[in-house]
């Protein structure tokens, strides 16, 4: 019994483990909290465009010598920016013009590392290095997952009364506009921030799985927002585990757990709107 | 008569160079019910953002209760209900969060609820006969209850001047006379209310004044010196369905009174009387 529990709780011996447990928790929060918004808005892509974007940012911020969350974030920001603006003044599509902005500055980027040697590796920006992350990417994991959670709190209605109904949003004197920038702005900085420690794969990941998943199960918002983060955390946490005794990677693992539990939360909900309709067959 | 809303001269051209509105210009009066009618493509949309400042004035200014747009908003003057296609109905909220939300410029920065606000929030709900479904989704609602639960958040609100964009499309009857119950009694209220209609039929019933605009006003006015058939058949053109019931299909006297009907595409209007015989040889469309 006891040799159980010590094989069942080895994986939190290990320091690089406790340190993964915190930086996947911390960072659980606040990108479930954002999935929710972005599911709804129709952004879900635009994490992905953003965490591709930033690539050249960071090759440029090392170039120049800054910081290089500086030059990544500026990045992140101008292809939201590049992406409104060309939607706004073409007939093209929002994704059409965001898969163009997004992959030719992710192939800028790539051009400038093979001129350029940055101390930043394409294959930490892609997968992380979740298992080497130091007490520095802990904090700065910390920091801007608060700077989200306290925004939520501020901001969350207003946000929300932005998604669903601009008009009415504006209607009441909200500034809009400044809802639509900081909700992107809040988005790069997040993206920018966990992308050293847990690698831009696993972020694409928690900014659209956990609010998808709640967005199937959920009626109202509150418990949209409450199922997300439940989602993102528990998830988080098992793949960490799990990942220990299959030797496998944390990030794939916790995409590879939350698409599991996608997949159950659509089977279980086509089911129940199924036999909801069977019940009641006549309710038009 | 006391000036609710005083539209100025106003001109929108669009980006790409369209000229929406030209020249726009009418006054509304506290305790009021306008209807805006026009064909599609009119401006009617347009209108309605100058109102509420989403798009920017070439030209002209708009006033509501003697402040300007942006001001007004500020001073939450201005409710707007939504057409039914502007909202996802998918989306996880429940009807009495949706109600909450014209609750949300009386509020704090941090948007918490008081007690006056679940209180007005009640209140609405009961004024649209809409108690039982507070806790639905609002996907979960028929056509005409979903028109019912924004008209109560304009309610809780408790704004002054109310815009509503087609409220009475897909809606039965009974919806209809309800919210048109409901208009009269806010503008015994002293409300101001401007409503965009395709539904000619119950402008002279419920609506004192009408406006009519084709990408400029046409006519504004009370609605027994505006609606008239002269001006109707100049704001709609040639896309109104019109119908003359005329003597000889009406009656077998040589009474040479006719019946009218005009329609766009909703309940048709009626007209009865002498004028305008010539119309006769083209009965049908016109």
């Known amino acids: 019994m006891l040799a159980l529990f010590e094989l069942l709780s080895e994986p939190f011996y290990f320091g690089f483990m406790q340190q993964a447990f915190i930086i996947v ?29 930033v690539l050249p940012g960071i090759v440029i911020a090392y170039l120049l010598a800054i910081p290089y969350a500086i030059g990544a974030f500026v990045a992140g920001i101008s292809c939201a920016i590049a992406t409104g603006y060309i939607k706004e003044n073409s007939r093209l599509k929002e994704d059409t013009v965001m898969g163009i902005v997004f992959s030719s500055m992710f192939a800028l980027g790539l051009v400038l590392m093979t001129k350029i040697e940055s101390d930043v590796h394409l294959d930490q920006i892609l997968f992380g290095d979740l298992l080497g992350s130091s007490g520095q990417d802990i904090i700065e994991v910390a920091g801007i997952s608060l700077l989200v959670v306290l925004f939520m709190v501020c901001k969350g209605k207003d946000l929300l009364l932005f998604v669903f109904d601009k008009q009415h949003a504006q209607a009441i004197g909200l500034p809009v506009r400044f809802l639509h920038y900081a909700l992107l702005s809040i988005l790069s900085l997040t993206i920018v921030f966990s992308l050293k420690a847990v690698g831009m794969i696993l972020v694409i990941a928690l900014l659209i799985a956990p609010g998808s998943i709640a967005f199937l199960l959920c009626n109202s918002f509150a418990n949209m927002l409450k199922v997300a983060v439940l989602v993102s955390c528990s998830c988080s946490f098992l793949g960490v585990y799990i990942s220990f005794y299959l030797d496998s990677a944390p990030a794939p693992t916790i995409i590879m757990l939350m698409s599991l539990l996608f997949i159950i939360t659509f089977i279980q909900t086509t089911q129940r709107a199924k036999s909801i309709n069977l019940d009641v067959p006549d309710t038009q | 008569m006391k000036t609710g809303l005083i539209v100025n001269n106003v001109s929108v051209t669009y980006r790409n160079g369209f000229n929406a509105l030209q020249n726009a210009s009418f006054k509304l009066p506290i305790g009021s019910i306008t209807a805006l009618v026009g064909i599609n493509g009119s401006g009617k949309s347009t209108l309605f953002k100058s109102i509420m400042g989403f798009v920017t004035l070439s030209q002209g200014n708009v006033e509501i209760l003697g402040y300007p747009v942006k001001q007004a908003l500020k001073k939450n003057l201005v409710a707007y209900v ?104 806010l503008r015994d209220e002293g409300k101001v209310i401007l409503v965009s209609t395709h539904n000619l039929g119950s402008v002279p019933e419920f609506c004192d004044r009408t406006v009519l605009i084709n990408r400029t006003i046409l006519a504004a006015g009370e609605t027994k010196t505006v609606f008239t058939q002269d001006n109707l058949q100049q704001a709609f053109g040639g896309v109104l369905r019109h119908f003359v019931l005329a003597g000889d299909t009406l009656h077998e006297d040589d009474d040479t009174r006719q019946v009218t009907l005009l329609s766009d595409h909703e309940r048709p209007v009626v007209l009865y009387g002498n004028e305008k015989a010539e119309t006769i040889t083209q009965a049908g469309s016109l």
């Open chain 1, 25 to 53: 928790l911390l960072l659980a929060i606040p990108s479930a909290l954002l999935s929710c918004f972005l599911v709804l808005k129709g952004w879900s892509l635009m994490g992905d465009a953003i965490s591709h974007s």
């Open chain 2, 82 to 185: 939504p057409q039914s296609e502007d909202i996802d109905w998918n989306f996880p909220i429940l009807v009495e969060d949706v109600i909450m939300m014209g609750r949300y410029g009386h509020m704090n920065f941090l948007r918490r609820s008081n007690k006056k606000d679940h209180q007005m929030v009640e209140l609405a709900l009961q004024r649209v006969n809409m108690q039982d479904y507070r806790k639905r989704q609002i996907g979960e609602l028929s056509g005409g209850q979903k028109k019912r639960i924004f008209l109560a958040r304009a309610l809780a609100q408790d704004s002054e001047v109310i815009l509503l964009d087609e409220p009475f499309t897909g809606v039965d009857v009974q919806t209809e006379d309800q919210i048109m119950a409901l208009l009269r009694e």
